[in-house]
């Protein structure tokens, strides 16, 4: 019998609302009359948080959504003749409808494969060394994901190779970071010893899928590659009047580490899934458990009866192969029912 309830916990890390603290800056900002366009305090803050987080100087900009930030981080560091090597499930090349191209006003993506999610560097290397000069798009930019789109961590070493591959061809690098706080609740180190110290050139650090209702940062650790960038916001549409309010939250999530935290939350929630999901009903996961997913094969029929209770959850990857999404609202309760039912349907199958 079909459930008239619909459960969007494991669907993605978008479904869940805000986290309270966010919630509470939020009405804090809301108080008053503010200057608009960043000249609030909450923006200027934040920029300062942001510098003191990474320990560098760096250009913050906010805007409000992960397309946005990818596309023109990309933007400014490609022109229309350049080319950007990226993982053929990341989010750039599957999921934002061209948008880093048509910012770089005919930048390519070429997507290249690579296990659990990460970019293989000989495969690059092989894209790279079949172009043809001036005949064909000038590779200028390495994008990784980082956590992956398959729930996996590039650890420091991997992403210090990837620094040094872009490094020795006159290439920037690029680090989408919709779920950079899973990574380094996973990895457990500090930011900048992944991310510029390592040579990356401009990081899309995310809050949406971390407890916030909109708001990405992008941050250039190269300042030069960040020339009039906020030009570049405001003719993309993502210069927001009311800036305080997608600062404010931001300021919350990085006081006391709440970022972290709820990372770490998401993370340690999927990790419980999985390994009741192991014992309690026989399901293994097909990639490593690093951050807040969980990827399962899945027959149709296990779908089907899972579905019939009301889960909603989406296919990842061809033909068979299923993604649940912890976050930091997460429950016990959740997983409880979640595993109970698929539980059942197992062991009635």
């Not at 990895?187 to 990405?216: H, I, M, Q, Y």
Request: one cysteine or more; charged letters at 20%; glycine letters at 8%.
């Amino acid at each position: 019998m079909q459930s008239d309830r619909q459960r969007h916990g494991f669907a993605s890390d978008n479904t869940a609302g805000i986290c309270p603290e966010a919630w509470s800056a939020l009405e804090q900002a809301n108080a008053d009359y503010y200057p608009s366009y960043g000249e609030d305090r909450w923006t200027q803050q934040l920029t300062k948080a942001v510098c003191e987080l990474f320990e560098t100087e760096c250009l913050v900009q906010v805007v409000f959504n992960g397309t946005a930030a990818n596309a023109l981080a990309l933007a400014a560091l490609c022109q229309s003749f350049h080319s950007v090597i990226c993982h053929q499930l990341s989010h750039i090349q599957t999921d934002e409808c061209g948008a880093p191209e048509f910012f770089s006003k005919g930048g390519r993506l070429v997507g290249i494969g690579g296990e659990a999610g990460k970019i293989d560097l000989d495969q690059a290397a092989a894209i790279i060394t079949e172009q043809h000069g001036v005949h064909s798009h000038k590779p200028r930019a390495i994008s990784i994901t980082q956590a992956t789109e398959l729930g996996t961590v590039y650890q420091r070493e991997e992403i210090e190779r990837v620094c040094e591959f872009a490094r020795s061809r006159n290439m920037f690098v690029h680090m989408d970071g919709a779920r950079f706080a899973n990574a380094i609740a996973s990895l457990r180190c500090a930011p900048k010893s992944v991310t510029w110290e390592l040579g990356a050139d401009a990081l899309c650090f995310g809050g949406t899928k971390n407890g916030l209702a909109a708001g990405e940062l992008v941050i250039f650790f190269n300042r030069e590659l960040a020339h009039e960038f906020d030009y570049r916001a405001k003719q993309g549409g993502q210069l927001a009047s009311k800036t305080r309010f997608l600062a404010a939250p931001w300021i919350a999530l990085l006081t006391d580490n709440l970022w972290v935290r709820n990372a770490e939350f998401a993370n340690n929630a999927a990790a419980t899934l999985s390994k009741r999901l192991q014992v309690e009903a026989g399901l293994h996961p097909i990639f490593p458990v690093e951050a807040n997913a969980v990827f399962l094969r899945l027959s149709n029929e296990l779908v089907a009866g899972i579905q019939t209770g009301g889960w909603q959850f989406y296919k990842f990857v061809e033909p068979d192969v299923y993604r649940l999404m912890c976050s930091w609202a997460t429950t016990e309760k959740d997983i409880e029912e979640f595993v109970t039912d698929v539980t059942s349907i197992v062991r009635s199958s």
